[in-house]
């Protein structure tokens, strides 16, 4: 509704500054992970909002991580790459969001500075099922992100038979909603360890 009504730029803004905020109140080990849509990822000046959230709030770039969808990557090839690189350089992490849902191109893989992969949730729903496929493609993102030296985050891990497939299949975290123990749900993303 927000890009519809031509309000995704100012809103996109405001909450990657709020974001940069709000994080400087964690501990220092704890990162931020903000989307960007399509239209604020190719506007003129991401740079310098960039630049200017992290200036404003004080954040070190390498806990800022930006996700851009695939989407994202299909106008102004070179451009793209460019603003990828100079967000990269700057310290910033870069997350390729929902891969394998939009018009999956391994050639970006090759050129573009991913920190990360986030498998989308798609293939991880009914993942654990028997003689269900999306396991098997799960391993294969996650082999490919490794031999590139990215991480991968399963998104929409929601029960204990999807996070121990997704890390028995290598993911390095999961994304998904807790529930229950007096809390309200809540959309969390953890590292997932050995045990």
């Known amino acids: 509704i927000a890009e519809d009504m031509g309000l995704i730029i ?7 500054r709020k974001a940069c905020m ?15 849509s399509p239209q ?10 960039v630049r200017y959230a992290l200036e404003v709030s004080g954040l070190p770039a390498e ?3 930006i996700e851009i969808t ?20 700057l310290g910033v992490r870069i997350s390729l969001d929902d891969f394998g849902t939009g018009y999956s191109s391994l050639g970006y893989l090759r ?18 099922a028997p003689g269900n496929r999306n396991a098997a493609i799960i391993r294969a993102i996650v ?36 529930y229950g123990r007096g809390v309200p749900a809540a959309d969390v993303m953890a590292q997932l360890g050995e045990a």
């Open 40 to 49: 604020q990822f190719h506007q003129r000046d991401i740079l310098s909002e």
């Open 143 to 178: 082999s490919l992100a490794e031999t590139l030296g990215m991480e991968t985050t399963a998104e929409g891990v929601e029960i204990q038979d999807e996070i121990d497939l997704v890390r028995d299949l290598g993911c390095s975290h999961i994304q998904g909603y807790v």
């Open 111 to 128: 050129t573009a500075p991913f920190d990360k992969i986030k498998i989308d949730q798609s293939f991880v729903r009914g993942a654990a």
């Open 22 to 36: 709000e994080c400087m109140k964690w501990p220092a080990g704890v990162s931020v992970a903000v989307n960007f």
């Open 10 to 16: 100012d809103l996109g803004r405001w909450i990657l």
């Open 63 to 65: 806990r800022l991580e």
């Open 70 to 89: 695939e989407s994202s990557l299909l106008r102004n090839t070179q451009l793209t790459h460019d603003v990828l690189a100079q967000l990269h350089a």
